[in-house]
């Protein structure tokens, strides 16, 4: 990554001059080269209700081509103006960005900015900054094979070198079926998809107890936990069975009661040894793209969402405060290859996606990367057709299966749309995962090679091995299987393969289930349902009997291992 980060949790000492200025004073004890980065935060000159300040960034880390300072305020101090670098504050929470000319940012090189600002009462010091992240001003402590609570080094790939926490509770429902104990090591995402999720929901673990069972997985050696971040005001605008439980309006309780707690506790120093990936707000964003305004996909409810901005304001807000965490990998959801994929929606979906991770404090160094398929289907690779492919005097891209298209599979999509994010004006050194719980498509009905020549739709549909009605189903599909094992950098500009939606848990109920969980019943979870614009209007292909999203669905966990490929 561009924005090298070491893990550093504690308060950072400051000695304040007599003239107004506070000096960064790194401890006597150690050498300047165990101090990620210093700060030098001075008032220059102050009056009744306004101040002058200037600071000093020096970065004692890999050299950087952008940078971002926050701090925030224990008073009402408010910037004004200033100069140097883009200043933006949010409430106390101050950011500042580099301007274009003062962007590179070299191992032991500094750079300055200041600006004026006003006040009222005392104007106290900020008492802790980061550079990109990493708390400044604090010795890293060195060493290595860091303990449950000690801070570790910041890394480009998060899973290089790690193991993943198990979800004892999913490991004991998936042990407790016929066969699961195969998988039921394997390591999956802890959903976070309401409030009372953060606390536990009807006696289950909450969000301290998975990482206190993940320091105890986590012994000596390196362990990330998977976080999805999921409970957006209005969410996911065009699928009613994963509606959640907070109104298009209620963003700042998104923030306070939901977003705050969250990084309050990913902030505790116990933790601070943990790598924890978190997965920000699946099936938002690219819904500002394809479902809204005169598109046949659009929704009423998406509408609102765009008018309102409440996706764009939740997205940045959640990267800005859980990126201020030094041992927090944010990736943000970036919808699939059925999806975004075609030439409307590829571009417009990466700019709607720089938007959010600006807004609100939020810089795009808060990501580190993006996920792509999440709880979804498509095919990892397609092996038996590439887009370049023509048959019978046809493109690829002309199948009815393809449907113009660029992209065939999850993996040529992921790469080429990481390609496409750094463009506009992501950090070169991004990462992408690839949900692989559910794209597996093996068993009897997984083709051996291509399909006949007759036409571009035989050789496409024969040779396919995602068997799914149309790309645009997505709820509990008939025959699909756990695809690939979660895989530490399994090819390039992939940070992993991974099952952060865990198998067996349901896309939403195949008929109206009355629930407390602000989960509404969708049409495309109904196997007798023919469907509607963002599937072209085919049957839904999803399995009968299904239960609320997030619940457990036995005959879909069986269906699963039965049709896993690589096979079980």
Not at 88 to 95: E, F, I
Not at 247 to 258: C, S
Request: with cysteine; proline share 5%; glycine share 12%.
């Amino acid at each position: 990554m561009s924005r090298t980060r070491t893990a550093i949790l504690a308060a950072m000492a400051l000695v304040a001059g007599a003239t107004g200025a506070a000096v960064a004073a790194a401890p006597a004890d150690v050498g300047i080269a165990a101090i990620p980065c210093t700060v030098d935060y001075k008032v220059q000159s102050q009056w009744n209700t306004g101040f002058t300040a200037a600071v000093t960034i020096t970065n004692n880390s890999a050299a950087k081509s952008s940078w971002a300072v926050k701090w925030s305020y224990a008073g009402n101090q408010q910037v004004t103006s200033g100069w140097n670098a883009k200043i933006t504050q949010s409430g106390t929470a101050v950011t500042a960005v580099n301007e274009t000319y003062n962007g590179t940012l070299g191992t032991g090189s500094s750079v300055s900015f200041g600006f004026n600002g006003s006040y009222s009462g005392t104007n106290a010091i900020p008492t802790s900054f980061t550079l990109d992240g990493v708390t400044c001003n604090v010795d890293d402590g060195g060493g290595t094979g860091p303990g449950p609570g000690t801070p570790s080094t910041r890394v480009d790939n998060p899973y290089a070198g790690a193991r993943v926490y198990v979800n004892p509770e999913w490991s004991a429902k998936a042990a407790a079926e016929t066969g699961g104990s195969r998988i039921s090591s394997q390591p999956t995402g802890v959903w976070l998809d309401r409030i009372a999720a953060i606390n536990g929901v009807n006696g289950g673990m909450g969000l301290r107890a998975h990482l206190d069972a993940a320091l105890q997985q986590k012994g000596t050696g390196e362990l990330v936990v998977q976080l999805v971040i999921y409970n957006l005001p209005g969410r996911d605008c065009a699928a009613l069975a994963s509606n959640g439980e907070l109104g298009p309006t209620e963003i700042d309780r998104y923030k306070t009661a939901y977003i705050d707690p969250i990084a309050a506790i990913l902030a505790d120093t116990k933790y601070a040894g943990l790598r924890i990936v978190t997965t920000v707000e699946i099936d938002s964003l690219p819904n500002l793209v394809t479902n809204t305004g005169s598109r046949p996909t659009a929704t009423a409810a998406c509408d609102v969402m765009k008018a309102n901005g409440n996706y764009i304001k939740g997205v940045g807000y959640a990267l800005g405060k859980l990126g201020d965490v030094p041992n927090v990998y944010n990736y943000v959801d970036a919808g699939h290859h059925g999806w975004i994929g075609w030439d409307d929606n590829f571009g417009a979906s990466a700019d709607v996606f720089k938007q959010a991770a600006t807004a609100e404090g939020a810089t795009v160094n808060d990501v580190h990367g993006f996920i792509t398929n999440t709880a979804n289907y498509s095919a990892l690779k397609e092996n038996n057709f590439t887009i370049n492919d023509t048959v019978a005097g046809k493109s690829v891209r002309e199948s009815k299966w393809v449907d113009w298209n660029r992209y065939t599979d999850e993996l040529s999509f992921a790469q080429a749309f990481r390609n496409q994010l750094v463009t506009v004006g992501f950090p070169s050194g991004i990462g992408m995962l690839i949900d692989t719980s559910r794209n597996g498509w093996g068993g009897s009905a997984r083709p051996a090679g291509p399909g006949a020549t007759t036409t571009v739709d035989t050789y496409v549909d024969g040779g396919r091995y995602d068997r799914r009605i149309h790309v645009g189903n997505w709820c509990n599909q008939s025959g699909a299987g756990l695809g690939e094992r979660p895989t530490a950098a399994p090819a390039a500009g992939i940070d992993a393969y991974v099952w952060m939606k865990p198998p067996g848990e349901s896309d939403g109920s195949s008929s109206a289930i009355p629930n407390d969980e602000g989960k509404g019943f969708d049409r495309m979870c109904d196997p007798t349902y023919t469907g509607n614009p963002r599937n072209n209007n085919n049957l839904s292909g999803a399995l009968a009997n299904s239960p609320l999203s997030g619940h457990w669905f036995s005959a879909q966990f069986q269906e699963l291992m039965r049709n896993a490929y690589p096979a079980l």
